[in-house]
Each structure stands twice: as C-alpha cells, then as structure tokens.
C-alpha cells in the first residue's frame, strides 16, 4: 500500500511560481507512472503532467513550456515546478501513483493552488 501526501500549495500572483511536492510513505519505484492533476471549481479532473519509470514524461499542452516534473526515487518525492502561473492554472493538484501489473492507483488528497491575477 502507498500512500501519497501533497504540500506546496497556496496563493501566488500571475507569473509567479510555486513547486508542488508528493511524498509516497512507500517506495515510487515500484510505480510505473507518476502523474499530477488537477481540478478547478465546476470542471472535471484533468491532467497535468506524467513521468514514467524510465524518467519520459508529457504534459498537457496548457501547461507545456511552464511546468516541469521530476522524481526523486532516493526520497520517494514527484515534484511538480510550476512557473509563469495564471489565473486559469488555479485548480486542487492531486498527485497520482499508477501500478501497471497488477493495475493499481493511488491518490493524494490534493494541495489548493490560487493564482491571483
């Protein structure tokens, strides 16, 4: 069992940064995928970015350019620097773990992110 723990959130004007953090209790390394996603008020949950285990990732094209996401394996920690923010970015950041075989994922209980503009 994984359990999965954002922080990094909070309130940042337009064209400021924030870095999301997600921390696993257990090892990420025996997840294949690690992703974020978010949901702003009214909208369903999208996502934001993937890294996979070899380390490719891909993000969604709204954020492509702005945010980047990375994985520390050694701290069981997925990252998700966000830079260049705008208000349509403010949304609930949920951290996601995927298990390939047998199919398994997890959930954080999400972080608030609020870009003021």
């Known amino acids: 069992q994984v359990q999965l723990v954002e922080s990094g959130g909070g309130l940042v004007q337009a064209g400021g940064s924030l870095r999301l953090s997600c921390a696993a209790s257990?090892?990420?390394?025996?997840?294949?995928?690690m992703g974020w996603y978010r949901q702003a008020p009214g909208k369903l949950r999208e996502l934001v970015a993937n890294?996979?285990?070899?380390?490719?990732?891909n993000y969604a094209d709204s954020v492509k350019g702005r945010f980047t996401i990375s994985r520390d394996n050694a701290k069981n920690t997925v990252y998700l620097q966000m830079n260049s923010l705008k208000p349509e970015d403010t949304a609930v950041y949920y951290c996601k773990g995927s298990r390939l075989f047998p199919l398994k994922d997890y959930w954080g209980q999400g972080t608030q992110v609020t870009v003021s503009s």
């Open positions: 257990g090892s990420i390394s025996s997840l294949n995928i």
């Open positions: 890294i996979f285990s070899g380390d490719s990732t």
